[in-house]
């Protein structure tokens, strides 16, 4: 109850005058969601296929305009307020979360755009570090509102590049294009079927059929994320070198289960980026059958696929934990459960399960003191509204 108060749009404006004062300026509201992605894992980097659908979840922005070239940061969920000058904006600010929207001020500013001051202040109720895409959901809705803002008519597909660029260059995580993409083109109702190469997608209708996606958000601590992320990158770079003489691929994710059969020996001495190729070529081709069987209305046949991936992504691309092998095993032990995996990067963070929607009370009341036991640790679940993209919400002005 109380959450959705604080976020009500009053409440909102309210923390903003008192932050930053009142002023003739407009101040604007945005709102990005998060995004859950139901398979094709680790996939986006390697220009293969994903298959993410937005949240109800996500980040508001209201912003204003201040032309005195002082950028101040503020949000509801943390009691850190910064202010930085023109000059500061251009460098990192510690490990902090203010270094997604510089990142996003840095990719302005290099594509010539003049900045002289905002003040924001960021409402979020998207789990961090959960792998529900929380800082694509900041990057973006601050890319949407700087482009609204300035004037600079960015399509949404170079907003959504601006904001990727954000996070590879700014904050050093060599991430794809999945999260900002499913954040920015997000269509309530829907799942994309999104080719990360050509960055073709489709929208698919969720016709879940009495069936629902919950999300269970281990609450591990991650850590080392971003080095281990980065280092499947590399690895799948490495798996690209060996195979692209003899296959004649120019990106991994076109690699396909038979090709790389045929060419195992090649890596020789690279028994690592071997499995990693091996879930990227087999993770592609569970998206290729997922989408037909749950247009076919298979859920069957998706939630096996949904099984599949996990296992590759804990045995072979090495990014589970073990409470995310918990929760999925726990969740597998449920009869009516039809499939369940690690959501996002892994190394912590959710699962998402398929299952009845007469079955979720139960569900949530078996598996979330039996991961208790097992791990110590206190699950939170959600179940998932697929919801729309960014937008703008309202204008008014605090006199
Ligand atoms: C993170 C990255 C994405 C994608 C997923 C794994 O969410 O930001 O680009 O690689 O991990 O599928």
Redesign the pocket.
Known sequence: MSAISEQSPERLLERFNQKFGRTPEHISTFFAPGRV?LI??????TGGL?FPCGINQGTTLLIRRTHDHQYRFASTNFDLMAQLNQQEISQTYGDNWINYPLGVLDQFARRGVTLDGFDCLYAGNVPNGA?L?S??SIEVVTAFALNQLLHTELSLLELVRVS?SA?NDFVG?Q?????QFAVAFAQVGHAMMLDCHTVEHRQVPLNLDGLCIIVTNTNQRRELNESA?NNRVRECQRALELLAPATGISYLGQLLPEQLAEHESLFASDAIPLQRARHVSNENARVRAAVPALEAGDMQAFGELMNDSHDSLRDLFE?SSDPLNQLVRLAREQPTVLGSRLT???FGGCTVSLLPASGADTFIRSVGPAYTAATGLTADFYTIQPGDGVRSISQETSL
């Not at 094709?40 to 980097?45: A, I, M, V």
Request: glycine fraction near 20%; charge should be negative; charged fraction near 15%.
């Open positions: 992605n094709g894992e680790y996939t986006d980097f994903v792998g895409s800082s694509a990727q996070e995580m991430c794809g294009i999945m999260d992320y990014v996002g990067a892994g």
